[in-house]
């Protein structure tokens, strides 16, 4: 892979393991410097950044819980005096636990916390690069939905409506954005396997999710991470407030 | 990012526009490029020495891409030199002419219909026998933003065969896929390109640009990345998918 993202300073939260993982990995290799934002286990990020440039990439591991907006500011702060430089690219990966619930069993602060990563992270984070990239007349934030917006399973509201959140902020974003150069995106992976679901008895599940997937079997963390190299790239310079499902065609866009 | 190192690759209607930037990008990116037109000869002979000059091989095909016969005739030629097609883009299309509905005649419709929706079912079944024998492939049409807003004035026609090959991408992704043929879309808004310079006023391509967050219109080159991206091994999990690439006029 060339560099077509040369000079370019990334962000990635959660960054250290999961699609995060692979995300920055897939930057690092089309030339950005990576910033491998993390909250709690420090070994797994050194672990990924260690990986990242043992492939010839340039990535550094950085602690903060992006739920704080204090924390955030600080976050952006250390990245411009590490880098000197402002970022240019945005990816709102982190998540935190996914259970499942009915309704009944649902309540507020249930809501909440998914809510807390996919709207309230997302929002301080892209208020605190917002004044580098409108300096810069150019940026790209990347949001990372899901197809479960559109799958919307069952006994997982709390999940469904955390990701469906990100693309009306996706596509709000966009609007209020584009005449500053800044391109607002999301990416909707399907059920990929990673971290999280090592331990879990997921066969059932599985076979019967790669039943409904046209290619026939589930995708690999990677591919999710090309996808956003790509709307990170200039060859996606004229693509904002839109979604790209990497997700084998279980789900078609009308 | 890309590479498409000895491919091959054909861009239906590559003598100008989007197809032509498509062509050059592919070149660029290492393929083998078969450029096809209908009746601008000497834009397709100009691009053809352009990519030669890359170091790349080129074969030009003229024809009508809504004529079976002559769908056939030119995948015979490609087929004789290259003995493969990797990578189809069913981009040949035209807005024709702009009509209302009152002042629609059947001719017209039949002319638009021809040129933008069967044209990508004749050529796509054309290529299928090689992609089948190649075990893979990879199919991408170009749409519009017609496709889903019903398109500009007197463009009803024409928004209405878009909307035919958007349907006709995710018919034709699970169609194919058990030959591990790949069929994605991209949707352009709108791009300065000889399409406009012809079917479109400058005032109402000022209203046009008002109406896109980004203020302005877009390139060809700025719809070719998504091409590639579709076409390359970074989409090998994607299918079905219309990439929308027009500066944020209408979102998915």
New interface residues.
């Given amino acids: 892979m060339n560099g077509k993202l040369d000079g370019k300073i990334a962000l990635v939260t959660g960054g250290s393991r999961g699609l995060g993982k692979w995300i920055s990995y897939a930057l690092a290799q089309a030339g950005a410097k990576v910033v491998v934002n993390y909250a709690n286990q420090q070994s797994f990020a050194d672990e990924t950044v260690k990986w990242i440039a043992s492939e010839g990439g340039e990535a550094i591991a950085m602690q903060a819980d992006i739920r704080d907006e204090a924390k955030v500011i600080g976050l952006i702060q250390s990245i411009e005096e590490y880098y000197g430089g402002q970022v240019d690219i945005l990816v709102n990966n982190a998540t935190g636990p996914q259970p499942r619930y009915s309704i009944e069993e649902s309540n507020w602060e249930i809501y909440l916390e998914q809510l807390d990563f996919h709207v309230k992270a997302p929002l301080y984070l892209t208020k605190a690069v917002l004044p580098g990239m409108k300096k810069k007349k150019q940026g790209r934030i990347i949001n990372i939905s899901s197809e479960v917006v559109q799958l919307a399973p069952p006994n997982f509201s709390n999940y469904v409506i955390g990701k469906t959140a990100m693309i009306g902020m996706t596509r709000s974003w966009a609007n209020e954005l584009g005449s500053n150069g800044i391109t607002v995106n999301a990416v909707a992976p399907g059920f990929i396997l990673v971290e999280r679901h090592e331990g879990q008895d997921l066969e059932a599940r599985i076979a019967d999710y790669v039943k409904r997937v046209p290619l026939g079997h589930q995708g690999e963390p990677l591919d999710v991470g090309n996808a956003v190299a790509y709307l990170a790239s200039e060859d996606a310079k004229f693509v904002t407030g839109q979604c790209l499902n990497v997700s084998g065609g279980v789900v078609f866009d009308v | 990012?890309f590479t498409f190192q000895d491919q091959v690759v054909w861009v239906t209607g590559s003598s100008t526009g989007i197809g032509r930037a498509a062509a050059l990008g592919f070149a660029q990116h290492g393929a083998k490029v078969i450029i096809h037109y209908n009746s601008s000869a000497q834009e397709a002979e100009e691009l053809a020495g352009e990519i030669k000059k890359l170091g790349r091989e080129v074969l030009l095909v003229k024809g009508d891409v809504a004529d079976k016969n002559q769908v056939k005739e030119m995948v015979a030629q490609i087929e004789e030199r290259f003995g493969r097609i990797d990578i189809l883009v069913n981009n040949a299309g035209s807005l024709v002419k702009r009509a209302r509905l009152e002042e629609l005649e059947e001719d017209l419709w039949d002319r638009i219909m021809n040129v933008n929706l069967k044209s990508v079912y004749l050529v796509s079944q054309a290529v299928l026998p090689l992609m089948k024998l190649q075990g893979k492939g990879k199919i991408i049409n170009v749409t519009s933003v017609a496709a889903?807003n019903g398109g500009g004035k007197g463009s009803l026609a024409y928004a209405a065969s878009k909307g035919g090959v958007?349907t006709l991408t995710?018919g034709m992704?699970?169609d194919l896929?058990e030959y591990n043929i790949?069929v994605n879309a991209i949707a352009p808004?709108v791009i300065s390109t000889p399409f406009h310079d012809r079917f479109s006023s400058p005032e109402l391509r000022k209203v046009m640009a008002s109406q896109?967050?980004?203020?302005r219109e877009?390139?060809p080159e700025?719809?070719?990345?998504?091409i590639?991206?579709l076409a390359s091994s970074?989409?090998?999990?994607?299918?079905?998918?219309?990439?929308?690439?027009?500066?944020?006029q209408l979102?998915?």
Avoid: C
């Fill in positions: 990012m889903r958007s995710r992704a699970k896929v790949l808004g896109i967050p980004m203020g877009g390139t700025e719809t070719i990345g998504s590639l991206f970074y989409a090998d999990y994607i299918t079905g998918e219309i990439v929308e690439v027009n500066g944020g979102m998915d």
